[in-house]
């Protein structure tokens, strides 16, 4: 039997088939894109979301036509995104997307009225925007009839649940992601919906991950490309998910996702609520491994790659018209600039906030620097100069994750970024930790699949599952004679995020609550 994997992304939804070994057997991404009808609003029609898994999930059960059957699908999904639903589980609007950003005051007012410490000390978070309840507060004030109307906000895996006919539920990590999710009692805080103004009847029963939800119905089932009784078991958060599928069950162990955004998450036995992770506004909240909490803490990473090489490659910018790439040139374009680097130093200080800082400032206004440019500055000094400004600020995001939640030697990692052996390379000798590279790239559809063999008892358990099908293909040391060579333009870089940050357009106006 095979256990299918889907993860639900922002911009596009991947399936993934793998044996009960953790080998992929086939896989498919399908995407989608999201629309901004006003400033600062992003949404997007779920039944895009919908369409997007059928095409998938179709795509990866004909490719692997000649395997075993799939025994049953988990669903993972970027958090904070979610759908109104009436009483016959029909979406009233479209779903607002976590990077819709509207709901700026209603979020102050509610550190406001519960305070940012004891915020902290029931969800794990640190108030923004980007999370469900404040949004669902700017809909009762200014959607008052889609607020009237809705029997439930969901999840987008509760959305995919309700399409299917089973229950809308949603697993604790989801939950944690609304901002009112009390994570050590695992149910939604009375404190904060009470301030709030809502009813817990309004939000989605929260269960365990691994929860098997039901089976999927003949027609239903049709439309995925799957066999009908095929069993559905309700995933996670896609970073706890991705957390599992590079072996972080517990304390003890890092992980880092290179990607869009680079995520360092450590796991532990409990929640990092410590004066030093609220003062860097980490992130702690429930794993998708029972009993178990992890921490995160983010900032922009290969969105500044993706913006070279859009800069270098795209018709219009004096290079290769995007219609002449193949599927898989952009990462021949990366193989060719890192083949070309200088083996010193760049001596750039670049920053990658195009879009705002993450940790600790979370300061939406600051934006990318690129200081030190001369004559002789190539494109491949540029590529070099971001891979570096990267690693420098990896060291203060780790840094300020052992501060908060322990300090940690060693880090595992995955997602795209972790194909760039300088990158690599940088990352360890900046950081002063060993990376061990694992096998899988696909770390989240793999701690998703994990959740499904447990489900249906191929593995005894999560750390059963990690012995079989998490492994790693090398081990980068750090390497002290890079790390004297960087000291100076380690020191600059902090110099120049710090004065970024400082005169950065920063004015958060605080209406009154």
């Excluded at 029972?290 to 018709?315: E, R």
């Amino acid at each position: 039997m095979s256990l299918l994997a889907i993860d639900i992304g922002s911009s596009a939804c991947k399936a993934v088939l793998f044996t009960v070994s953790g080998e992929i057997l086939a896989q498919h991404t399908s995407e989608y894109a999201p629309e901004f009808p006003r400033p600062c609003f992003a949404e997007m029609d779920p039944e895009k979301f919908w369409h997007a898994i059928c095409a998938s999930c179709q795509a990866v059960v004909r490719d692997a036509a000649d395997v075993d059957p799939v025994q049953a699908l988990c669903l993972s999904s970027h958090g904070e995104t979610f759908v109104a639903l009436d009483v016959n589980g029909r979406p009233l609007a479209p779903a607002i997307l976590n990077q819709d950003s509207r709901a700026t005051a209603e979020a102050a007012c509610c550190e406001a009225a519960i305070g940012r410490k004891r915020l902290f000390q029931i969800t794990g978070l640190v108030t923004h925007p980007m999370y469900s309840i404040p949004k669902i507060i700017w809909l009762r004030q200014h959607r008052p009839d889609i607020f009237a109307s809705t029997a439930r906000f969901v999840t987008l895996i509760g959305y995919i649940l309700q399409r299917t006919g089973l229950p809308p539920y949603t697993d604790y990590s989801m939950a944690s992601r609304f901002l009112a999710f009390d994570i050590r009692n695992r149910c939604w805080s009375d404190e904060i919906l009470a301030a709030a103004g809502l009813s817990k009847d309004l939000l989605p029963v929260p269960v365990p991950a691994g929860t098997i939800a039901g089976k999927l119905e003949s027609g239903v089932a049709s439309d995925l490309g799957l066999r009908p009784g095929t069993l559905v078991v309700i995933g996670g958060h896609d970073q706890p998910c991705g957390a599992l599928g590079v072996g972080v069950i517990g304390g003890g162990r890092v992980s880092d996702s290179i990607g869009t955004y680079e995520c360092i998450l450590a796991g532990s036995d409990t929640p990092s609520l410590t004066d030093a992770a609220l003062a860097a506004s980490l992130n702690s909240y429930c794993h998708v491994v029972p009993d178990k909490f992890v921490t995160i803490a983010y900032f922009p990473s290969g969105i500044m790659l993706k913006w070279l090489h859009d800069l270098l490659y795209s018709n219009g910018s004096g290079g290769i018209s995007t219609e002449t790439i193949a599927e898989n040139i952009e990462a021949d374009h990366y193989a060719f600039l890192e083949a070309h680097v200088p083996e010193s130093p760049t001596g750039l200080c670049i920053t990658p906030h195009l879009i705002g800082t993450c940790n600790p400032e979370f300061n939406p206004h600051a934006r990318g620097v690129i200081a030190g440019l001369n004559p002789g500055t190539t494109s491949s000094v540029l590529y070099k100069g971001i891979l570096e400004g990267l690693a420098c600020e990896l060291s203060l995001v780790t840094d300020a994750l052992a501060e908060g939640a322990g300090d940690f030697k060693d880090i595992y990692v995955t997602g795209g970024g972790s194909r760039s052996a300088l990158g690599l390379q940088l990352r360890a000798a900046l950081t002063g930790r060993r990376l061990h590279v694992m096998r899988s790239s696909e770390a989240v559809c793999l701690g998703t699949a994990i959740l499904a063999g447990v489900a249906v008892a191929e593995y005894r358990d999560v750390r059963e599952a990690v012995e079989q099908v998490v492994h790693e293909i090398t081990v980068i040391a750090p390497n002290p004679a890079i790390a004297a060579s960087y000291a100076d333009q380690v020191n600059r870089y902090r110099v120049l995020r710090a004065a970024m940050v400082a005169h950065s357009d920063f004015a958060t106006h605080k209406e009154d609550c």
